[in-house]
């Protein structure tokens, strides 16, 4: 079942279009990785998912509400820097955010409690936040995030400012978060997207360039690759590898030459015989298989 559906969003600040006409729906009870490389519009996106940011044009509308309504109730959003009053105790802080939210101060402590439960900070919640770890806060944020039952929480980089183990803890959390709601979290790191989400959105100069579940995504993305090491970078010989018609796509990444092609034997003999014509200074020569990471890379190198 649809959650929540964007319809041809674009945001424009002044000289820049940050996202363009961007359309996406999110499933309800899915774990959704909006992925793409820095400046991609990632945050903006959110923004606006959230009710932070006016849209210049385009419109998101939550199921079985009207086109117009005030959707924040329904969503939790925890931003990339996220602020917090170092000087209160974490219990505090949960219980003025409930109280903002509208809960009444026993329903707040309740809630407060039962949220460091959930997301592992119980034992630290009447210590002062000043004293919390970057994975602590991060927590944290995500508790208050949930202060109000959101049927959708959004979370902006969670882990990207958190060393291995407060990242490792931070997306073992999401594991388990998302048995009982729908997330949609940003990142630009493929391995973090892959770990816990169910499906991907790759934003890419504000246009969203993929998206699906990540099976499926996997499964369009594993094609026979050829890789072609050379000694030195392989710039010199992309020119005549393009000229081949066997081949469809190559992709560079430092001595590391890799190929796409439709029918993979034509093209592993036509580059073996000008390799071999030409004495070129190859290292190796590899038939393997393209990944999701293949995708990744060539579509945010573009
Ligand atoms: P990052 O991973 O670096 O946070 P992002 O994918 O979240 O990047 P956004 O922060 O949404 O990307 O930015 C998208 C584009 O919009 C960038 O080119 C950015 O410079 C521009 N941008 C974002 N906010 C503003 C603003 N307030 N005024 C002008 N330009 C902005």
Same mark, same amino acid.
Request: glycine letters at 14%; zero cysteines.
């Given at each position: 079942m649809t959650l929540l559906t964007a319809e041809a969003l674009t945001k424009k600040y002044n000289g #820049? #279009? !940050?996202v363009k006409n961007v359309h996406f %729906?999110?499933?309800f009870g899915k774990c959704i990785a909006l992925i793409g490389p820095n =400046?991609? $519009?990632k945050t903006t #996106?959110?923004?606006?998912?959230?009710?932070?940011?006016?849209? %210049? &044009?385009? +419109?998101?509308?939550? #199921? =079985? *509400?009207?086109g117009n309504a005030d959707i924040r109730s329904f969503? =939790? @959003?925890?931003? *990339? @820097?996220?602020v917090f009053p170092g000087w209160m105790t974490a219990k505090e802080f949960l219980i003025f955010s409930g109280e903002l939210a509208l809960l009444d101060k026993k329903a707040a402590r309740q809630k407060a409690e039962d949220l460091a439960e959930k997301v592992g900070i119980a034992d630290a919640l009447n210590k002062r936040i !000043? &004293? @919390?770890? =970057? $994975?602590?806060?991060q927590r944290l944020g995500i508790a208050q995030a949930m202060i109000h039952s959101p049927k959708l929480l959004m979370l902006d980089e969670p882990v990207s400012s958190l060393d291995p183990i407060g990242r490792r803890e931070i997306l073992t959390l999401l594991e388990e978060l998302k048995q009982d709601m729908t997330i949609l979290f940003s990142?630009?790191?493929?391995?973090? !997207?892959?770990?816990v989400s169910d499906e991907l959105l790759l934003l890419n100069h504000g246009e969203i360039i993929e998206a699906g579940a990540i099976t499926a995504l996997r499964k369009k993305y594993q094609t026979s690759i050829i890789e072609l090491e050379f000694q030195s970078s392989p710039e010199a010989f992309i020119q005549e590898i393009r000229k081949l018609p066997s081949v469809s796509t190559t992709f560079a990444e430092r001595n590391v030459l890799k190929i796409t092609a439709e029918d993979i034997a034509l093209a592993r003999a036509d580059i073996l015989q000008l390799a071999a014509t +030409? *004495?070129?200074p190859l290292t190796s020569f590899q038939l393997n298989r393209a990944s999701l990471e293949d995708m990744f890379m060539k579509a945010v190198k573009n």
């Open positions: #820049t #279009t !940050a %729906s999110l499933e =400046g991609a $519009g #996106t959110l923004r606006i998912l959230a009710g932070l940011l006016k849209p %210049s &044009s385009g +419109k998101v509308t939550f #199921t =079985g *509400q009207p969503i =939790g @959003y925890l931003p *990339q @820097y996220p !000043a &004293s @919390y770890s =970057g $994975g602590m806060k990142t630009h790191i493929l391995n973090d !997207a892959e770990e +030409k *004495q070129w």
